[in-house]
């Protein structure tokens, strides 16, 4: 087994977040507007923290809490608490893989303000580092209930076909994701697709590692989507 290294053009670099291999301790808050169409939106307003573990710093832990106002009541209350595993079994100049698992936790205060139901979130993908410095990693996500979801929900069961991809910019002191996405809901067998586009920069050092913002706009089509449109912004410090 390789043992975990990065590719050399990605170490020599300010690690900004998009490599997804690449882990390290992450302190940060965003805050997410959706349109559901229909003159209704929601927020969701998100602390999370990552701490990188084992002999080769090749796992981590992110542990999410939640806040967030529903379409009807507007005042903002506690949402679904998760707790996601990171494993990144192998890393090589050329290529990477990994694995993950999150846990939500039916912790709403509200029912509009959570799935109704714990649930499991798991994932695997595999990252290409190109010659040009840019990244591809595709993945797949399935994501599921566990069977207690409350009285009137829907039970979760969707896959999502996921196609991230980070361009090489001139300057690094600015970064760019696209993330296409194809999504299945088994339940309500309806297909739907999106696309997240992130624009971020460096701000510079905090509490010894590097800090950024972003802003994440987001479309969602296709007929069986559960929103419109959604913008994300947010702040971030990496490996203090």
């Not at 990244?135 to 599921?144: E, K, R, T």
Request: proline content about 5%.
């Amino acid at each position: 087994m390789a043992t975990f290294l990065v590719s050399p053009s990605v170490a020599e670099e300010i690690n900004n977040g998009t490599n997804p291999t690449l882990l390290a301790t992450t302190m940060g808050t965003q805050y997410q507007y959706t349109n559901l169409g229909a003159r209704l939106d929601v927020g969701l307003l998100e602390a999370y923290y990552t701490q990188p573990f084992g002999e080769k710093g090749n796992m981590a832990w992110t542990s999410t809490l939640a806040f967030g106002s529903g379409p009807i009541d507007q005042d903002i209350g506690l949402g679904d608490f998760n707790l996601k595993f990171t494993h990144v079994p192998i890393v090589t100049p050329e290529y990477g893989a990994a694995y993950t698992v999150r846990l939500y936790f039916d912790t709403a205060e509200r029912p509009e303000l959570g799935s109704g139901q714990t649930n499991v979130e798991m994932s695997a993908f595999y990252a290409k580092f190109l010659e040009d410095g840019s990244i591809f990693a595709p993945a797949i996500v399935h994501q599921f209930g566990l069977g207690d979801e409350d009285f009137g929900r829907s039970y979760l069961n969707q896959t999502t076909i996921d196609f991230y991809y980070v361009p090489k910019l001139p300057d690094p002191k600015y970064y760019v994701t696209l993330d296409p996405a194809l999504i299945r809901d088994w339940e309500a067998e309806k297909n739907y697709a999106s696309l997240q586009v992130t624009m971020g920069m460096l701000t510079g050092k905090l509490f010894g590692g590097e800090s950024q913002i972003f802003v994440k706009p987001g479309v969602l089509v296709g007929g069986g989507q559960s929103a419109v449109w959604s913008v994300q912004a947010g702040f971030k410090v990496i490996g203090f």
